[in-house]
């Protein structure tokens, strides 16, 4: 059985909160985007925090039988992209997150509201 993007995307944050993610935040990019449904973004405030948020979001993912399509970056751990399809977490090194301002180019999606 496929989990939903909005399973999947719940699955990334809760994986990005266990590892202690900062300032994570989800953009809806549905009828905006054909890349992703949602855009998981986040920050580690060391390489060592960034690996750790990445790996556990990927461990997640694959045992709940989601694809992974893609895990760039593990290796510098300045800017860890982990594309599971419908939904691509972004993890950032604090310094990197700033510059990158991926909130900002992405704008026109709505920032999905954690309960």
């Known amino acids: 059985m496929s989990m939903t993007p909005e399973a999947i995307m719940a699955l990334v944050v ?16 549905q009828g905006i985007s054909l890349v992703a449904d949602y855009f998981v973004i986040c920050h580690g405030n060391s390489e060592t ?3 750790a948020i990445a790996t556990e979001a990927r ?11 893609g895990y760039e970056g593990v290796d510098t751990a300045r800017w860890v992209l982990l594309d599971l399809g419908d939904v691509v977490l972004h993890v950032f090194h604090r310094d990197e997150r ?11 999606a709505k920032v999905v509201e954690r309960v």
């Open 14 to 29: 809760d994986a990005a909160d266990d590892k202690k993610a900062m300032n994570v935040v989800t953009l809806n990019l």
């Open 49 to 51: 925090q960034v690996q």
């Open 59 to 69: 461990k997640k993912a694959q045992e709940h039988g989601v694809r992974i399509r």
């Open 98 to 108: 700033e510059y990158y301002n991926i909130e900002r180019l992405w704008s026109d």
